[in-house]
């Protein structure tokens, strides 16, 4: 048994382990576990990661959770290629600071969309919250660099990328009015080539078209349960 | 001029990078930027860190944010003892896991009796019980699973021995202990795991980093907490109109 990665591709964190995978040819075995259906909150999950979170790695008997440590595991182990994760100390030092800061301001704000059914005043504060992050990322970490954390892609143009294809895909126009950041983007698609996007944004291109024929999974009631929790999280 | 360090110790991310340099020796300049006053907003700090976040690292012309980034960078570049960031592939990878589930249930979360008790009423806004109740449920989820999950029956949080991410957590919990938060009591296994970390680091070491955040509640008594500056009340009211 090879590695296993367990994920849904509903799920931005699951989208950047899969696609630095595919296009680093890891071996890989994928175990979809369907978050809407609230599989990750099932026994049988939690036994494998008691979190109950995606993305998941199994390697033999070593478990690991969290993606940008995912990421980082897999960049040494198979020893991709420098840039992802390059052993320069300061270039690597701007990929761990832009995933620290993507932490704090992208992680938890840009998946907000997907989430329906929220007061209209946190709608709104969403939105700013979402616009201020997206104008750090522009003057800060992209500037006049090609990409967030230096010359070549890193892990941290991955990261970044999944989360704000969620919003994207429900329809906010992110890149309306930034053309440095809509180029970037052009260019992150561009290396990762437009075949393994597609694939990989396929299943959130499609969550809106799903929502509305009414094709959605019923989440369990353990799902349930985490999915109030969640959005009483949000701000 | 050699590495200079922007901090202000009533800050966790700020403290856990300052007791880490000086456990090991590492020559720093410290720069206390008062982020009550506000002088991470100000023109001049915003040259430095254009986030105006604190702590920010200045080696030369390189210019370093995130606690977590600098922790790393300063433990490869002066090459500190293994175990805080160790070299081998998962015992790394356990420590990156920790910082990573950090930042979503941790930080965010511990700071926020701060800001309900002192940093709100210092600029006369109240945050409603109803979402302290919620961030009581909340820290206390997390301190179960970081019980459950991160230490379960080791000593540390990350593997057998102290690592960075017992630095991050250590600092984060401080906070609400500081501001009365009895968040070890029933819990003996993080108590246990708290006396190890700062058995390790020496008590000496660790009253020099919490002596500011511990004396915070009196100075709001006290009236002596410096008034935040226009910019930095923005910023405040901003951040508590985050709080879930």
Redesign the interface.
Known sequence: MGLELFLDLVSQPSRAVYIFAKKNGIPLELRTVDLVKGQHKSKEFLQIN??GKLPTLKDGD?I??????IL??LS??YQTPDHWYPSD??A???V??Y???H??CI??TFGIPLWVQVPEEKVE?NRT?MDQALQ?LE??FLGDRPFLAGQQVTLADLMALEELMQPVALGYELFEGRPRLAAWRGRVEAFLGAELCQEAHSIILSILEQAAKKTLPTPSPEAYQAMLLRI????
């Open positions: 008691s979190l070593f690991l959770t969290e993606s940008s440590a980082i595991y040494c182990k100390l300061q690597r030092a701007r761990h600071e995933l620290g800061w932490a704090d992680r938890g504060r919250a750090w003057d800060k009483a999280r949000i701000p």
